[in-house]
């Protein structure tokens, strides 16, 4: 024999509302979105080692480059590193993926500068530094995020009882 509970069809259905809303409480794209735009403003810097006369071949060329020291992120006469830094979202947008993505000459370039393995060129990290200095902010944003998605759940499940 069966019976009937009244209020759990609605709390079941708040229920199911509030797991909605959790999904996205963590907000994986602005996260990495933000930790993209960091790492682009940190290539974007001017360097702080040896300058350097170039060859102004192209219209709004800079005369002089500056490169990087050692410890510094790696400077760019041309900014192809800088607009090959991107951020890619799972299909489950669960979690995303922030480095540099391009052709294979501008990544493994990124990969030698970021760890130094070639001992022709030294170890200019941007990608870990830069994610270190942004984690509170990330933190932040995650929490703040999480904290509105409860307070929507709670409304939720508060409304679902009344009406119970």
Known sequence: MASRI???????????????????????????STLRQAIREKLQEEGHGRTYRTKKSWPGA?????????????????????????????PDKTAA????????GVAALAQILEDGRNPRVAARPFVIPTFEHEKPRLERLAVRRAERAVLKAQQLLDGSGKQA
């Open 6 to 32: 009244d209020g759990v069809d609605v709390t079941l259905k708040a229920l199911k509302s509030v797991n909605r809303s959790l999904k996205g409480a963590v907000p994986v794209a602005a996260m990495a």
């Open 62 to 90: 800079k005369r002089y480059y500056t490169a990087s020291t050692l410890g510094h992120p790696p400077a760019s006469p041309t900014g192809n590193l800088r607009r090959a830094v991107s951020s890619r979202l799972n």
């Open 97 to 104: 993926t922030v480095g540099v993505h391009g052709s294979r």
